[in-house]
């Protein structure tokens, strides 16, 4: 007889484990067997009489799998116009409607993909890691703790220094998944800063943000491509990684 399969839970959680034997839970008197998934859990106080309980999911998963699904949404609004696969020279969408709900979905993909690196280059870098770096002297250094890195060592410098030196592991700079990540960060920038100059009526040949919407590729491999950079050089990979739902 096979052993039953174990229960992994959704692979969007942050933490799961599973008893080694069985527990008797000292508060309400129950008896949890041998092999109970455990989950880590948020208590969100909804009212004086209300509470929620939650499952923590792991930040990249969660924004990475977002992402993928309004790019997803995007893609069919686009295919469904005949953008891509018809001969004429001047194309649009099939609707006012579509053509904005197809920008938003791509602004959603754009910024929910480029969260999802920040999000796990925070959390792949140790509580008690210390980040040596030379600042305003090729002399003096300086050392940023965990807490530090995370707030002011910018993206960039995390992925080809920090994140290298924790792991062990080259710097992603010059490699393919570094270029699509620069599209992808140069793209997300210019939404989150966008200019006046974004909102008038251009051409073809103005490089506007909406341009950089448009010819962004699937925003969340991308990401997935410079997280797999590192995921390479972990011993111990992050649960919901093998097991990512999405074609890659």
Known sequence: MQPPEIDKGDWRLQTTTHLAEDWANPWTGTTSPKGTRITVVSVVQLSKKKLLTIPIPNATAAMLNAATVAYDNARHLRTSSN??????????FCSEKDALDYIERMIEAIVLA???????????????????????????????????????????????SVLPEILGCTSPKGMRCWQDYKQLKDARDRIIHMKMEDRKSSGPDVNTVWKAIVLTPAPHLAAKGVIDHFVKAMKIKPQWHSR????T
């Open 83 to 92: 953008i891509d696969k018809t001969l004429k020279k001047e194309v649009s």
């Open 244 to 247: 990512f739902l999405h074609a």
């Open 114 to 160: 480029f969260s999802a690196i920040e999000a796990f280059a925070n959390e792949s870098i140790p509580a008690d890691f210390v980040y040596a770096q030379h600042k305003r002297s090729e002399v003096l250094l300086e050392a940023s703790t965990r807490e530090t890195i995370e707030r002011h060592i910018s993206i960039d410098e995390k992925l080809t």
